[in-house]
């Protein structure tokens, strides 16, 4: 009854009573009445539909000021509500009005801001916690203290732990407001285990680390090696030159690629892992996968969306071994233009696996590693492909923010011994370049054939964010003047553009892409600003991503099944939109764990580094200090007590300002000091040594 429910108040501008509602659906019996009360009270709780102070109803989306989504508590206290157009709404620690990191809450939009009206839901059903000593008593802490809450587990489930067990506990009952009763349902490991600190992280985001039962029976009964009876009407590619590219660690391959000249365009192959074959819908490998979502890379322990057997086995696309794909095949022409595409199933046997490090070493012209020298022309012409792509690309307005990545490296104990920057060579480039060339090309060929589909999309941002940035870098002294009321690609591009020859370009790139939307999953084709795409999807990572397997299956069903009729249509449409909204949250999921872990494992550093001294750039002012980043990205903060003198926040500039008009703003060159490190909290304090131009 749900969706027609929306589908009655869709067109409703002003609220309805349940009465006025229930004559809309044409309901007549006590029973229906009372189904509807039920489905609209969870409608409410599921943020789609919003209850008036009156008991009055309205779509969420039909709301001029109001609008549902997660919250999400930073370091600093404050909030932002992720809502379901890929938007974050700021809300200041004063307007959180009891909502914790994780509740889906209503937000009401005051100019930029925002302030929590209500929360409709605490999914509070797992939490991640230590288990501690006090008073010669074992009780349970929990490790995300953006939720302020306190549990007390029962006494039978943590009778099995000792002191300083990192446990999963699940929620039973609430005490009172903020005090929770919990079992102890799951042992990760001692804190000081090597790993059990990531996995730690990985449970307080609600990843999923073992495969059910029914998983791992399903897995026993598939094939571990490609048959005849599986490459029957695929077209056969085993004898071509393809083969892949990926990091020195990588064993879930999904993708491989070839060249050709035909003419005087390109012929480039992208062919991926055809993993549809083997996980089918309905089934229970089907069924995890959407339930995980996304396979989820912290620093070096991988959670993977798939059992090993595929991941790294039969879907996986090895040397030397046949494998079945889905194949895009496109011509390109000199301009850059796909002028002639196919889209087929296919098998292929790998010639090489790759790595980023020697086919950089090829096309850097640095030498050629062994057992590379039957591949350097296709590389070179691969390398000749890219470069017209990514011009291509830049032309229409592709935004590259330029911003770096650290990676933690680790020793055998899993302890962090360096952080260093990661690098995006010719390499990473070229394949990312051939990748969404792929992802535009099957995106376009099922729009035209006006077929319900998974698109990434990527929304225009919020003219009032941009001006907001604007107005703040000009009071930095930049000299910029965008029109804020026709925001395109190119206009990013040309902002960016003016601030890449700054020493504080990346703080600034930094700041530039917080103020524009998520890229999510929608069967809403609105184009992906970021890449300056009218039609994006995400075809080429069915291994490691779910919206990609989703894809495979409905090539399989529309262009090689011919499954095209209005049931197959109207199925799609009604689970499609589902299948998108799990995913982005379960890919948002994976993104605070991997930045929880980054954080982690800098502070793991740092406390190896105390008293250490540093130069850094200020990235972030706030009321209560100065965080300052480092040349290899670790971030920390210099609390605003430390600073010599009396320093008062001004909000508008961004900048802590003295009594005597010493400055600290966003950009500034300072020389630091490592004064402490926390693994367990993960942060890391800093201060000044020397004012900021490094005098004592």
């Known amino acids: 009854?749900?969706?027609?429910?929306?589908?009655?108040?869709?067109?409703?501008?002003?609220?309805?009573?349940?009465?006025?509602?229930?004559?809309?659906?044409?309901?007549?019996?006590?029973?229906?009445?009372?189904?509807?009360?039920?489905?609209?009270?969870?409608?409410?709780?599921?943020?789609?539909?919003?209850?008036?102070?009156?008991?009055?109803?309205?779509?969420?989306?039909?709301?001029?000021?109001?609008?549902?989504?997660?919250?999400?508590?930073?370091?600093?206290?404050?909030?932002?509500?992720?809502?379901?157009?890929?938007?974050?709404?700021?809300?200041?620690?004063?307007?959180?009005?009891?909502?914790?990191?994780?509740?889906?809450?209503?937000?009401?939009?005051?100019?930029?801001?925002?302030?929590?009206?209500?929360?409709?839901?605490?999914?509070?059903?797992?939490?991640?916690?230590?288990?501690?000593?006090?008073?010669?008593?074992?009780?349970?802490?929990?490790?995300?203290?953006?939720?302020?809450?306190?549990?007390?587990?029962?006494?039978?489930?943590?009778?099995?732990?000792?002191?300083?067990?990192?446990?999963?506990?699940?929620?039973?009952?609430?005490?009172?407001?903020?005090?929770?009763?919990?079992?102890?349902?799951?042992?990760?490991?001692?804190?000081?285990?090597?790993?059990?600190?990531?996995?730690?992280?990985?449970?307080?985001?609600?990843?999923?680390?073992?495969?059910?039962?029914?998983?791992?029976?399903?897995?026993?009964?598939?094939?571990?090696?490609?048959?005849?009876?599986?490459?029957?009407?695929?077209?056969?590619?085993?004898?071509?030159?393809?083969?892949?590219?990926?990091?020195?660690?990588?064993?879930?391959?999904?993708?491989?690629?070839?060249?050709?000249?035909?003419?005087?365009?390109?012929?480039?192959?992208?062919?991926?892992?055809?993993?549809?074959?083997?996980?089918?819908?309905?089934?229970?490998?089907?069924?995890?996968?959407?339930?995980?979502?996304?396979?989820?890379?912290?620093?070096?322990?991988?959670?993977?969306?798939?059992?090993?057997?595929?991941?790294?086995?039969?879907?996986?696309?090895?040397?030397?071994?046949?494998?079945?794909?889905?194949?895009?095949?496109?011509?390109?022409?000199?301009?850059?233009?796909?002028?002639?595409?196919?889209?087929?199933?296919?098998?292929?046997?790998?010639?090489?696996?790759?790595?980023?490090?020697?086919?950089n070493s090829i096309l850097y012209d640095k030498g050629i590693p062994n057992g590379y020298e039957p591949f350097v022309d296709d590389l070179k012409l691969m390398q000749e492909l890219a470069h017209i792509l990514r011009k291509t690309k830049i032309n229409k307005g592709y935004i590259d923010f330029g911003l770096d990545e650290a990676k933690i490296v680790q020793d055998e104990n899993g302890k962090a011994i360096d952080v260093i920057k990661r690098e995006q060579l010719e390499g990473e480039k070229l394949i990312e370049d051939f990748m969404i060339a792929a992802n535009e090309t099957v995106a376009e060929h099922i729009t035209y054939m006006e077929l319900p589909f998974v698109y990434r999309v990527h929304g225009e941002p919020s003219s009032e964010k941009i001006t907001d940035f604007q107005n703040l870098i000009k009071m930095m002294g930049y000299s910029v003047n965008i029109d804020t009321n026709n925001i395109t690609p190119k206009t990013m591009q040309e902002l960016l553009n003016k601030l890449k020859n700054h020493d504080d370009f990346e703080i600034l790139s930094d700041m530039l892409l917080r103020s524009m939307k998520k890229a999510i999953y929608s069967t809403n084709n609105i184009g992906h600003f970021g890449l300056a795409s009218k039609m994006y999807t995400h075809f080429t990572s069915p291994i490691r991503r779910f919206p990609d397997l989703v894809v495979h299956t409905l090539l399989h069903k529309y262009l090689f099944e011919y499954q095209i009729e209005r049931d197959t249509m109207d199925f799609y449409g009604g689970i499609l939109p589902m299948y998108c909204e799990k995913a982005s949250e379960k890919e948002q999921a994976a993104i605070e764990a991997e930045r929880d872990v980054l954080e982690m494992k800098m502070a793991e550093y740092m406390e190896s580094h105390i008293g250490e001294v540093y130069k850094g750039i200020v990235s972030g002012v706030t009321n209560f200090g100065l965080f300052v980043r480092l040349p290899n990205l670790i971030e920390g903060l210099i609390h605003i007590s430390s600073l010599p003198g009396f320093y008062t926040y001004i909000p508008e500039q961004l900048s802590l300002v003295s009594a005597n008009n010493s400055k600290y703003t966003i950009g500034d060159k300072v020389t630091i000091k490592v004064v402490s490190a926390s693994k367990a909290s993960r942060t890391i304090d800093f201060e000044l040594d020397g004012d900021k131009d490094g005098n004592k």
């Open 1 to 359: 009854m749900k969706e027609l429910i929306l589908s009655k108040l869709q067109d409703q501008k002003k609220a309805l009573t349940v009465i006025e509602i229930n004559n809309l659906l044409g309901l007549s019996s006590v029973e229906e009445y009372q189904s509807l009360q039920k489905e609209l009270n969870e409608l409410v709780s599921e943020g789609k539909v919003h209850r008036t102070k009156k008991d009055k109803y309205v779509m969420m989306d039909n709301c001029s000021s109001l609008f549902s989504g997660i919250v999400h508590i930073n370091k600093k206290g404050n909030g932002f509500v992720d809502i379901h157009t890929g938007e974050d709404i700021f809300v200041s620690k004063e307007n959180l009005n009891g909502a914790i990191d994780g509740d889906l809450v209503e937000v009401d939009v005051q100019s930029t801001e925002g302030v929590i009206v209500n929360i409709l839901k605490r999914d509070l059903s797992l939490v991640v916690g230590e288990i501690v000593s006090k008073h010669n008593k074992l009780s349970f802490e929990i490790d995300d203290k953006k939720k302020d809450i306190a549990i007390e587990v029962t006494a039978s489930s943590i009778a099995h732990c000792v002191e300083g067990h990192k446990v999963l506990v699940k929620i039973t009952k609430e005490l009172k407001n903020n005090y929770y009763l919990g079992e102890v349902i799951k042992i990760l490991g001692h804190k000081n285990d090597p790993g059990v600190d990531i996995m730690s992280i990985a449970c307080e985001h609600n990843i999923i680390i073992d495969f059910p039962e029914a998983v791992l029976n399903e897995v026993k009964t598939l094939p571990t090696s490609v048959s005849e009876k599986d490459i029957k009407d695929r077209r056969d590619l085993r004898k071509e030159v393809i083969f892949t590219i990926d990091g020195d660690d990588t064993k879930d391959i999904d993708d491989a690629i070839s060249i050709k000249k035909v003419n005087n365009n390109y012929l480039l192959g992208v062919h991926i892992a055809d993993v549809s074959y083997y996980v089918k819908e309905k089934s229970a490998l089907f069924e995890s996968a959407y339930e995980r979502g996304t396979s989820s890379y912290l620093a070096d322990t991988v959670i993977p969306m798939l059992p090993h057997e595929l991941s790294n086995g039969i879907c996986s696309l090895n040397e030397g071994v046949d494998r079945l794909t889905i194949s895009c095949e496109m011509e390109i022409n000199p301009s850059g233009k796909v002028v002639n595409h196919d889209i087929f199933l296919s098998v292929i046997n790998s010639k090489k696996k790759m790595t980023y490090k020697n086919v």
